[in-house]
Nanobody, 122 residues
């Protein structure tokens, strides 16, 4: 069982920055992929960014250049650096892990954290 605990959310003004963290524990081997998702008010959950076991990163097109995903394997911590935040970035942000490879990396998320709220005011 993998446990994921997010932290670092909060309230920030437009143009500000936040860094989210996700502490992972309980895994007997490293996940194939780790990712950040978000669910904005009234919207479906969407993928923000992911990083696979090779270190390759993927971002939602609309967030490229503002968000950066990183992983510290020594501490089993996933990060999401968010810069130039906008009110539309307001959402609950979730960390996820892919522990089983089903043929395509970063496509089968089987562990989720509880989420951390990010609120951006104008």
């Amino acid at each position: 069982q993998v446990q994921l605990v997010e932290s670092g959310g909060g309230s920030v003004q437009s143009g500000g920055s936040l860094r989210l963290s996700c502490a992972a524990s309980g895994a007997t081997k490293s996940p194939f992929c780790m990712g950040w998702f978000r669910q904005r008010p009234g919207k479906e959950r969407e993928e923000v960014a992911s990083i696979d076991s090779f270190g390759s990163t993927t971002y939602a097109d609309s967030l490229k250049g503002r968000f950066t995903i990183a992983q510290d394997k020594a501490t089993n911590t996933l990060y999401l650096q968010m810069n130039s935040l906008k009110p539309e970035d307001t959402a609950m942000y979730y960390c996820a892990a892919e522990s089983v490879f089903l043929g395509v990396l970063c496509s089968s998320w089987d562990y989720w954290g509880q989420g951390t709220q990010v609120t951006v005011s104008s």
